[in-house]
């Protein structure tokens, strides 16, 4: 099967690798020296520095390369360039073929998931989420690891499920793509809450309740958008948000821990060329919550720190420890 996959990021590099194994695959990077390095080099310094890339993988800027008779479409780009790529790679797309979305996230100004991109930019293209608690290094470092391929129609899920299936990396179908979306959407904005309360030097027992308190939150919401209970409970919702939460790999938590240990939002994102997709989530989130009157507190804290409405360590008050009776200390 030739494949294509646009995006060459740490996780669709990754996913890239993987379907190079078995299939004949090709990576898109927009800039033309990170692709010549992927191709030529069978490297990618500037998100996997230290891994090597399967010597089947080919690599191209040129769009039309890249898409041209694909038998299958996998999209890994950040949800800010998601609709522009689809549009772009419209012209050169057979019918039909699947196209699986990797971002996790809405587009700002509709506040759609990623699939319903792609239903309204390729109709008659069976549109997919791949989801679940997938940390890009260490799957190309060969751990285990296990992930959802969402779409309504199972009989497509199982073929992809096939396609896409490599090694130690299993994937599982779900019909619930809403829930699995939503899920992978809204866990980045529970992992910068997560990593926050790490920067502050708060207790496991403070992160479990954050984490816990933060599912509840993340259900509720995606209940009310029509999701299913049952999908929250899996990978695509907890077991995502566990790995999200408390891997220091994770873009999310990391940014939160920066934020809690006293740095700017700015400081922290001109810092690092990958995309935290929670930043942008938790505003969007904050207007989903108001759009379907749903209690997201954790979230609405998340949103106070990145709007610069409260410092990172306020979101914790009352939930850091408070110094002994007679043991306060003065200013200065």
Same mark, same amino acid.
């Given at each position: 099967?030739?494949?294509?996959?646009?995006?060459?990021?740490?996780?669709?590099?990754?996913?890239?690798?993987?379907?190079?194994?078995?299939?004949?695959? *090709?990576?898109?990077?927009?800039?033309?020296?990170?692709?010549?390095? #992927?191709?030529?080099?069978? =490297?990618?310094?500037?998100? !996997?520095?230290?891994?090597?890339?399967?010597?089947?993988?080919?690599?191209?800027?040129?769009?039309? @390369?890249?898409?041209?008779?694909?038998?299958?479409? =996998?999209?890994?780009?950040?949800?800010?360039?998601?609709? $522009? &790529?689809? #549009? /772009?790679?419209?012209?050169?797309?057979?019918?039909? &073929?699947?196209?699986? +979305?990797?971002?996790?996230?809405?587009?700002?100004?509709?506040?759609?998931?990623?699939?319903?991109?792609?239903?309204?930019? %390729?109709?008659?293209?069976?549109?997919?989420?791949?989801?679940?608690?997938? %940390?890009? @290094?260490? &799957?190309?470092?060969?751990?285990?690891? $296990? +992930?959802? *391929?969402?779409?309504?129609?199972?009989?497509?899920?199982?073929?992809?499920?096939?396609?896409?299936?490599?090694?130690?990396?299993?994937?599982? #179908?779900?019909?619930?793509? *809403?829930?699995?979306?939503?899920?992978?959407?809204? @866990?980045?904005?529970?992992?910068?809450?997560?990593?926050?309360?790490?920067?502050?030097?708060?207790?496991?027992?403070?992160?479990?309740?954050?984490?816990?308190?933060?599912?509840?939150?993340?259900?509720?919401?995606?209940?009310?958008?029509?999701?299913?209970?049952?999908?929250?409970?899996?990978?695509?919702?907890?077991? /995502?948000?566990?790995?999200?939460?408390?891997?220091? !790999?994770?873009?999310?938590?990391? !940014?939160?821990?920066?934020?809690? $240990?006293?740095?700017?939002? /700015?400081?922290?994102? +001109?810092?690092?060329?990958?995309?935290?997709?929670?930043?942008?989530?938790?505003?969007?989130?904050?207007?989903?919550?108001?759009?379907?009157?749903?209690?997201?507190?954790?979230?609405?804290?998340?949103?106070?720190?990145?709007?610069?409405? &409260?410092? $990172?360590?306020?979101?914790?008050?009352?939930?850091? @420890?408070?110094?002994?009776?007679?043991?306060?200390?003065?200013?200065?």
């Amino acid at each position: 099967m030739r494949i294509g996959v646009l995006g060459a990021g740490s996780w669709g590099t990754t996913v890239a690798s993987l379907l190079a194994g078995r299939h004949d695959c *090709i990576l898109w990077a927009r800039d033309p020296e990170l692709a010549s390095q #992927i191709h030529e080099g069978g =490297v990618n310094p500037r998100y !996997l520095p230290g891994f090597t890339l399967p010597s089947g993988l080919r690599a191209t800027a040129d769009l039309e @390369k890249a898409v041209h008779d694909v038998d299958l479409l =996998v999209v890994g780009v950040p949800t800010r360039g998601f609709r $522009a &790529i689809l #549009i /772009d790679a419209r012209p050169h797309l057979r019918p039909w &073929i699947p196209v699986v +979305s990797l971002a996790k996230g809405f587009e700002r100004e509709s506040l759609l998931r990623m699939t319903q991109l792609i239903r309204e930019e %390729l109709p008659g293209h069976p549109a997919a989420a791949l989801t679940g608690p997938n %940390l890009a @290094k260490e &799957i190309m470092a060969g751990q285990a690891a $296990a +992930s959802v *391929i969402a779409t309504e129609d199972l009989a497509v899920a199982r073929a992809l499920q096939s396609v896409m299936q490599r090694g130690m990396f299993r994937i599982y #179908i779900n019909h619930d793509v *809403i829930g699995c979306e939503l899920g992978g959407a809204l @866990k980045n904005v529970v992992a910068i809450a997560t990593g926050v309360a790490q920067g502050l030097g708060v207790g496991d027992n403070t992160r479990a309740a954050v984490i816990t308190r933060g599912l509840a939150e993340v259900t509720r919401l995606g209940l009310a958008m029509g999701g299913e209970a049952a999908t929250f409970a899996g990978l695509a919702g907890m077991g /995502d948000l566990i790995a999200t939460c408390m891997s220091p !790999l994770s873009r999310n938590r990391t !940014l939160g821990e920066q934020l809690g $240990a006293g740095r700017t939002l /700015d400081e922290v994102l +001109s810092a690092t060329p990958t995309v935290a997709e929670g930043v942008g989530t938790a505003i969007l989130v904050h207007e989903l919550a108001e759009r379907y009157g749903v209690a997201m507190p954790v979230c609405h804290e998340v949103y106070r720190v990145l709007t610069g409405e &409260i410092p $990172a360590a306020e979101a914790y008050r009352g939930l850091r @420890k408070q110094a002994p009776a007679g043991h306060e200390r003065e200013p200065g």
